[in-house]
């Protein structure tokens, strides 16, 4: 699907008088625009082509044909969906590979800084959509149709959802200028530094963000002014830049949320079957967040349609269903996907005198029509039991109408303590695993980090297991020996060795650094000396490539180490060893 027209060449900065963050101007054109976003699409509907890539901004960016056709299907509802007026959601897609832009964004300092469930995707594109259908005489098929799409890598939800909000409406009355003024805008932002709050100005608008980081405490909130109380026009400032409206998305499973915990803990294939892409997206984007801060290893696509490149591979018949979380809107999905363990199927939000209506647990052997009633059908039964006191108390604070943010921060914290119950015995496991301190020798290969053993730390539940920090009673074991086969204990596990393989080296470092250098090369031929030489400069390269947990002190010191060092050999081997 080819675009009918792309952005024109980028105008004269200084004729756009967008508002300065106060930072200097970036270095070449977009590359402060590429932190944030790597293109912005608009879609409409052509009469002779359907859906239509009507504009890419910055024209530079290039999308494969693949690409263009699965933004161009998932920017729209499905016509299931009767959506008029105007309508927010997400999808996620696939990267077809290669580099697109002649910008090149460095993830790593971004991704060492940011928690792991918010770093920038590799592999994925995020899809923010303001789509607008609305009737329209003027045009023949008597609907104006058309979408703003936002590509990122971030999953910055919330922000860029407020982002929509603001520029789609002035879009779709002032069209390309508008689109390109807020570029220019987009394009003065300072970078997304994690830990750091932020002033994004946009249509006359100032957005206040933080970035969240790694050290950040779950569930603080650390927004505050950032050093400019008297701002005009005051700020709009965002909560969060990812956290969506928890209670609101999961109100008809809240009865379920416990199970539907556990499906997303152990990567369970599921499908989840909305009246609407906003209902789709909102909620496999809310299911998705429940395990924070364990990391969603597996694939999740908020809003997926049969026009999609994967519609084959995720319905074929012939091989387990993958581990994916589908949103969709087409009752023909039923069909095609009867044979996935899980299906969750919701209605229209509905109020019936204090909770929601909730969706039933059924068998999947009832799944039988395109009409199927809502409700989760999976022969599932979950380990653990359910939290009555928990619905009493959000069932409580509706009927107090008490505020969505307070209702949505009781399940927020539940669902984060419940993780935190299941993770907290095995990293105390892993952490056993590491060799002590006093056993790294300078001078001496860094001792190994021991195998994880499932039936070790089976063992140790007794006596440090989830029951020391959670009240809830059921059978933990075997949720434990479900998820050690499920891909997340995998991406866990991969991500601690790699992190306690880093700190092992950057002691063996320190260690290096607070030995006697002099003493150790008494009698060292030039062979080891050199070889010194290279293995420390080689541990400063990944030390200062951010992948090294150590300090400036310590670089400074294997620094002047290696003069030393080199200072001590001939004349021909210093020459050799200091050239650039």
């Given at each position: ?94 990267q077809c590979g290669g ?430 000396v050199v070889d010194l ?22 670089l400074q010191q294997a ?22």
């Amino acid at each position: 699907m080819d675009a009918l027209s792309g952005a024109g060449p980028r105008p004269d900065r200084d004729r756009l008088d967008a508002p300065s963050s106060g930072a200097r101007a970036p270095v070449t054109p977009w590359a402060r625009f590429s932190a944030w976003l790597e293109c912005v699409c608009v879609v409409t509907f052509d009469l002779e082509l359907g859906q239509a890539l009507e504009l890419v901004y910055p024209s530079d960016f290039r999308l494969t044909d693949k690409e263009k056709n699965g933004i161009c299907y998932l920017s729209f509802p499905d016509s299931h969906s009767g959506c008029l007026g105007d309508t927010q959601f997400t999808f996620r897609i696939r990267q077809c590979g290669g580099q697109r832009s002649p910008r090149t964004t460095d993830d790593r300092l971004y991704n060492s800084e940011a928690p792991l469930s918010l770093q920038r995707e590799s592999a994925h594109y995020f899809g923010y959509v303001y789509f607008r259908q609305v009737k329209d005489s003027s045009v023949k098929r008597g609907y104006f149709q058309k979408s703003l799409v936002l590509v990122s890598r971030l999953p910055f939800v919330r922000l860029f959802q407020a982002l929509l909000s603001l520029i789609a409406p002035e879009y779709f009355d002032k069209l390309a200028p508008c689109l390109e003024a807020v570029c220019n805008e987009i394009d003065q932002w300072p970078a997304p530094v994690p830990g750091q709050t932020l002033n994004l100005p946009v249509v006359g608008v100032i957005l206040q963000v933080h970035i969240p980081s790694r050290v950040d405490k779950p569930e603080s909130s650390p927004l505050k002014q950032c050093g400019q109380e008297n701002l005009l026009p005051a700020p709009l400032v965002l909560t969060s830049v990812h956290e969506l409206d928890l209670f609101r998305c999961l109100q008809p499973v809240l009865t379920h949320v416990q199970t539907l915990w556990e499906l997303m803990l152990l990567g369970e294939p599921l499908v989840v079957l909305a009246p609407s892409p906003t209902v789709s997206s909102e909620m496999v984007l809310a299911l998705t967040s429940c395990l924070q801060p364990l990391q969603f290893c597996c694939d999740y696509r908020p809003y997926f349609t049969i026009h999609d490149s994967e519609f084959k591979e995720f319905t074929t018949r012939t091989q387990a269903p993958p581990n994916v979380v589908l949103g969709v809107t087409n009752p023909f999905f039923i069909k095609t996907l009867q044979h996935w363990p899980h299906i969750l199927r919701v209605g229209e939000p509905k109020m019936s005198g204090g909770l929601p209506k909730q969706v039933k647990l059924k068998k999947p052997s009832r799944l039988k029509t395109l009409d199927t009633k809502p409700g989760l059908y999976t022969t599932y039964t979950a380990h653990l039991r359910r939290d009555k006191a928990l619905l009493k108390r959000l069932l409580r604070g509706l009927q107090k109408k008490r505020p969505a943010g307070v209702l949505t921060a009781l399940l927020r914290r539940h669902l984060l303590e419940l993780t935190q119950s299941f993770i907290i015995p095995l990293e105390h496991y892993m952490a056993s695993l590491m060799p002590l301190q006093k056993s790294i020798s300078p001078w001496k290969t860094p001792p190994q980090i021991r195998p994880f053993h499932q039936d070790d730390f089976l063992c140790s539940l007794e006596r440090a297991g989830p029951q020391l920090t959670c009240v809830l009673k059921g059978d933990w074991l075997g949720l434990y020996r479900r998820f050690f086969k499920s891909p997340h204990f995998d991406g866990w596990y991969r991500q601690r060795r790699k992190e306690m393989a880093h700190k092992l080296e950057a002691l063996h470092l320190e260690a290096i650094c607070e030995a006697n250098i002099e003493t150790w090369m008494e009698g060292k031929s030039e062979v080891e000396v050199v070889d010194l030489v290279q293995k420390l400069r080689e541990k400063l390269v990944r030390a200062q490539g951010h992948q090294l947990p150590v300090k400036e002190e310590t670089l400074q010191q294997a620094q002047l180490y290696i003069e030393t060092v080199i200072g001590s050999l001939p004349k021909d081997l210093q020459a050799v060893l200091c050239r650039p």
